[in-house]
């Protein structure tokens, strides 16, 4: 594989995206699953479907799509969210599907025969392309720069919500921050593994790392290695096995934390 | 300039429809011990947090120190022990840091040796030193509401708001709990939620009793007609192991 890594510009390509992937799963996989945010992360994910639609039908690149539609997701839930009043489940859900659902409706709008979305939906990461790869780095550094910035704000807020906005950190501006990252982190793992399978790879290695280490900077280290290890394996296994590698990046992550978390439980 | 550290006047607090608290009217005078009881759901921790303005204030008024809306910086608040996740990866140390935090959002912010020399000194006036490194999924119910007294005390408050300090800990460190806060209280004014009766009899320098509204504020001794006010059920308290030396008549 090494030899036509070197060859083959496509799985250049993919590695970087498995490095870019594993950055901001890395970060942001720990952080939503501290505050216990994985499912609206799967609702900013999903509503980023309709994006992916509307740039098809509008002719512009679906990722771009799929990036502010997932930016809209995040800036409404959070709004609703913080005014109160409704459940975020509620809130989710009707996202979630509002996005699925325009997006049908976007490719059903469009002349001719309709595209081939599988690799949105489910990842294909051997199809990357210059403009995904670019963006991927441009928000895999925002995602590190803000977060690595406000580490001691972060720490803060993540334990004690309350007790931060009491000593005065802005609380609300990182509230819509976090979900802000979370979108942008959902359009880099696009990419990698799909919109549908985008939360398996947020909380795989994030979940692995908290069974391997106590300490929230640790975790996030050892989830971005983690988070390599899953990506690049399961293009090992899809590219010998002729597999998607979407799905085999998410099913050897899954059942790589499967293995850890009973050999651990077992240890006890 | 008044001695009071905290003036209520005529406080309501809606959540939507439904009152929390009504007309409530309650001064806490400068160097004050007081204790707060009521049922479950009676508003306990709404006052706290209308008086940490955490709570939508929908008639009245609180003034700090004579300060309208102001003055929250020198209140340090003890947060129930049950609203925590005590597998999150933090040092108890780390905890106690985040009292030393700047307001606002300040980028590549880091503690100074002030900062950390401040917070041993806190977790050693707690009584928990050499446990600093401690992972909060390592502490005890004590230890971990003493941790959160000392992130408190970092803010260096005049004012200390504690809500239900000695729930889920052991007798002994109740008992310690309530030795720091009587320590504390000769240099703040103190206000503790609490369901324990005892720390209403024997430590605390006055009473306030709430169930929706302001049901009883005076000396630390309950009648039987006030705790029927309170809680609807004397036998019940009773049960719960009152001592009966708080009640003045049976």
């Known amino acids: 594989m090494i030899k036509a890594v070197i060859e083959y510009q496509f799985l250049q390509n993919a590695l970087l995206t498995c490095i870019f992937a594993s950055i901001v799963c890395g970060i942001i996989g720990v952080i939503i699953i501290e505050k216990k945010m994985l499912m609206m992360s799967g609702g900013i994910a999903h509503t980023s479907y309709g994006g992916v639609g509307l740039g098809y039908l509008l002719g512009f690149e679906p990722?771009?799509?799929?990036?502010?539609?997932?930016?809209?997701?995040a800036i409404g839930i959070g709004f609703i969210k913080r005014k109160g009043g409704t459940h975020s489940d509620i809130v989710i859900a009707l996202f979630w599907s509002l996005g699925m659902a325009l997006g049908v409706l976007f490719i059903a709008l469009m002349p001719g025969y309709p595209p081939n979305l599988s690799s949105y939906l489910f990842g294909n990461i051997l199809t990357v392309t210059k403009v995904d790869l670019y963006l991927m780095i441009a928000i895999s550094m925002i995602v590190t720069a803000v977060i690595g910035m406000l580490y001691n704000n972060w720490k803060a807020y993540l334990f004690d919500e309350e007790f931060a906005s009491i000593i005065g950190i802005k609380t609300a501006i990182l509230d819509y921050l976090l979900l802000i990252l979370v979108a942008m982190s959902v359009v880099v793992l696009i990419r990698a593994v799909g919109i549908i399978?985008?939360?398996?790879?947020?909380?795989?290695?994030?979940?692995?790392?908290?069974?391997?280490?106590?300490?929230?900077?640790?975790?996030?280290?050892y989830s971005i290695l983690i988070g390599l290890i899953y990506c690049i394996a399961g293009l090992w296994i899809s590219y010998y096995l002729d597999l998607a590698s979407g799905a085999s990046i998410v099913i050897f992550a899954t059942f790589s934390y499967l293995l850890i978390f009973l050999n651990k439980k077992n240890k006890k | 300039m008044s001695n009071k550290a905290i003036q209520i006047e005529n406080l309501s607090v809606y959540y939507g429809e439904t009152p929390a608290l009504t007309g409530v009217c309650l001064d806490v005078e400068v160097g004050e011990y007081l204790g707060i009881i009521g049922p479950n759901g009676g508003g306990k921790t709404t006052l706290l947090k209308a008086i940490l303005g955490l709570a939508p204030i929908t008639r009245g008024s609180i003034k700090i120190y004579d300060n309208d809306g102001k003055g929250k910086e020198i209140i340090g608040y003890v947060p129930q022990y049950a609203g925590f996740d005590k597998s999150f990866p933090i040092t108890l140390l780390e905890v106690v840091m985040t009292g030393r935090l700047k307001n606002g959002l300040t980028p590549f912010f880091r503690f100074r040796h002030k900062d950390m020399e401040i917070a041993y000194e806190l977790i050693e006036k707690v009584g928990l030193k050499g446990l600093e490194n401690r992972q909060i999924s390592e502490l005890s119910g004590g230890e971990f509401q003493k941790m959160l007294i000392a992130r408190a005390l970092t803010l260096k408050p005049r004012i200390l708001l504690l809500d239900e300090p000695t729930a889920n800990v052991d007798e002994n460190a109740r008992g310690q709990i309530y030795n720091l806060l009587a320590e504390l209280n000769k240099d703040m004014t103190i206000v503790l939620v609490t369901h324990d009766l005892f720390a209403v009899s024997s430590q605390v320098g006055k009473l306030a009793c709430i169930n929706g509204k302001l049901i009883y504020h005076g000396e630390p001794e309950l009648s039987e007609n006030i705790v029927n006010r309170l809680y609807g059920c004397p036998v019940d308290l009773i049960a719960h192991g009152v001592p009966h030396r708080v009640l003045r008549t049976h």
């Open chain 1, 197 to 221: 399978l985008v939360l398996a790879l947020l909380a795989a290695p994030a979940a692995t790392a908290s069974l391997l280490c106590k300490k929230l900077l640790s975790r996030i280290i």
């Open chain 1, 63 to 73: 990722i771009i799509g799929a990036f502010i539609f997932s930016i809209c997701a």
